[in-house]
């Protein structure tokens, strides 16, 4: 006759199994998973005591499982209690590691569950990936990936094309791998990378009215390839010929098309799962990527070359292939392409997004003013900046380093470039130094 135990009820934290079967692993990744609890083995879901019949063969059959079925180790958060040889209380506590899940399946939605009421249910992508960010923290590139079905067609090809192997067992040097698990990084690498690049040919200057658009996926390296191939197509060439001399400029520089591109590419914030943004028309194209600057850094800091990467393993991957040369020297060369150009590139930050904008160098406007010094001399190339200068000292005389900020609307550093190549042009004289440091036309 059996005999009968008053227990409580289910619960969100206890759970009641009459025998051994392979579904108490999914209750105990559904304790682990959520806030932990407890199960016991010998009593039916009514609270009747039916015991376990080989307690020892059953013991080392649930302890060996539990260890060898689920992944993350969660045994550390378990503990077996027997109760009068005829039940297994084991105490599941949450663990640190999670999402836990069948390790026979793999870490995706339909192998991870959490507790939900009296039941163990297959948790959702947004829980994972929750539980996922609070256990690998908040860098996006290192986290766990939720889609573990990884293919690496693209980037072989990357890799050989550039002269650099990659082989599994470099994955998890490269940060492919961790735990034997990809991460998010190697989604971004994948054929499966779930990030795009957006292109959109404008016909007019606000850009409202599409001449053409396209949209890149799978790995970055097939992004980037893509886009460069298709931005090209949007990079005209226009000849000119004085005397019997014929000149080819193109609208934009090709390397810094490149650079802006790689920069959108290895720095936006993946987190996000918006896509990088490319518009072009006929007087400029910009490039938007998601993610602002890191905490500390000014618009005029990447412009003289300080860099803090944000996907600091995706920026040694791109630095291995020579992609990138070094952290900062990207912006740097855009602006030295352009900068015997009237019109020079600018960058616009907000808290969630950078833009650059490259504009179009045959554009009308953009051709730089050149001013002859002497017959024995070089010209001297005079951008909008230095003319505002040059007009104030024409009216004033004179300004100091502050007003020189103040008209500009510029920091320290960037003042102290700029004076430093209008004097250099012989455009300007420095008088003084330190906080008596002046300037004056030349």
Known sequence: MMEVLYMQFESERIEYKSQLIDDIYKEVIAFANTDGGIIYLGIDDKGNLVGIENV????????????????????????????DNKVIRIEVNEGS?????LKSKGLKPTCVYVRQGTSS???????????????DGDNFEDARCLEQDLTFDAARIAFQRYGVELSTEKYRALGITQNDLYTNLALLLSDQSLHTTKIAVFNDESCTAFRDSKEFGGSV???????????ALCNK?????KGIVRTDNQDY????????????????DYSFSGSIIINVNDSKMEFISLGGLLPGLSTEDIRIGVSQPRNKKLAEVFHRLRLIESYGTGIRRIFKLYENCSVQPSIEVTANAFKIVLPNMNASGAIAEVVPETAEEKPAVITPQMKTVMDYLAEYG???DEDLQELLNIKKTRAYLLARQMNENGLIDIIGRGASKKYRLK
């Open 237 to 241: 060439t226009v000849s000119t010929i």
């Open 253 to 268: 520089p090709e390397e810094a098309i490149r650079e802006a591109l790689l920069n959108a590419l290895v720095h936006r």
């Open 398 to 400: 004179e300004m100091t």
């Open 121 to 135: 249910v297959p948790a959702s992508p947004e829980q994972i990936r929750q539980m996922i960010k609070e256990s």
């Open 97 to 101: 590691s999670k999402p836990y899940y």
């Open 56 to 83: 020892d063969e059953t013991y080392t059959r649930l302890t060996n499982g539990i260890r060898d079925a689920i992944h993350p180790d969660v045994t550390m958060f378990v503990r077996y209690v027997l109760q």
């Open 221 to 231: 390296f097939k992004q980037f390839e893509d886009s460069i191939n298709y931005l």
